[in-house]
């Protein structure tokens, strides 16, 4: 009775429509401002930015399939939980085949924009010193997930990224978080783990992930505003 009485909104249903909308522009315009800030270190002009953001955005929606797998075991799941986060799979009926797809906007789009700067900035050396120390890391504490896929908590390639680029001590700390952060992250994560892939029972593996605003994207936005 004391709990019914005491755990009550005060404000009405309306106001905290209204507040929760506010809040939803805010985050999203603090994402903007970072996904802005981040792309401008790097050396992208407000075009480009545009260009990059948008396709990311879009692209994420997009899988371009490369190869099926015939799987060895099937996982039909609703719900499984990785590192803290709850991921809902739907239940079908699966057709015992896994498809490799490239997502645009997690892995297309910022492998294009990782070449661009690596090629831009002169940056061979300390692009593939760091992206190979971000790939170690983020291979060993990935994790395959029935009907999911590969798992990596979010803040660590970010965070490993940052610190790798300040250690590389170049002019174009920015860039190398940048490269590092997303191809790190790519290869560490997906490609090494191809080959697990059949035991997983996901029916699409994706490599890049939703790309839009975790994943790949995600990490090479907050390397750099780290970095």
């Known amino acids: 009775m004391f709990r019914r009485r005491h755990d009550y909104w005060p404000m009405p249903g309306p106001f905290l429509m209204a507040l929760a909308v506010i809040a939803s522009v805010c985050v999203a315009l603090i994402l903007f401002g970072a996904v802005s800030y981040a792309y401008r270190r790097i050396g992208l002009d407000q075009h480009w930015l545009i260009a990059a953001l948008v396709g990311s955005i879009l ?3 997009v899988n371009i399939p490369v190869a099926h797998f015939p799987d060895r075991v099937r996982h039909e ?5 990785a590192f803290g986060i709850r991921y809902r799979v739907p239940v079908v009926t699966h057709t015992g085949t896994t498809v490799l797809a490239v997502n645009v906007g997690g892995a297309v789009i910022p492998t294009i924009l990782a070449t661009y700067l690596t090629v831009h900035n002169h940056l061979w050396v300390p692009a593939l010193v760091t992206s190979l120390a971000v790939g170690v890391v983020v291979h060993l504490i990935a994790r395959p997930v029935p009907g999911v896929g590969i798992v990596v908590p979010t803040f660590v390639p970010p965070i490993v990224a ?3 680029a300040v250690l590389a001590s170049t002019h174009a700390v920015a860039a190398v978080a940048y490269i590092c952060g997303t191809m790190g992250t790519l290869f560490g994560a997906d490609v090494s783990n191809i080959a697990k892939i059949r035991d997983l029972g996901a029916p699409v593996a994706s490599i890049g992930g939703a790309g839009t605003f975790d ?3 995600l990490t090479g936005v907050l390397a750099v505003v780290l970095a």
């Open 77 to 81: 799941q609703r719900e499984v939980v």
């Open 215 to 217: 994943g790949i994207f």
């Open 59 to 61: 692209g994420s929606r």
């Open 162 to 164: 940052a610190i790798a």
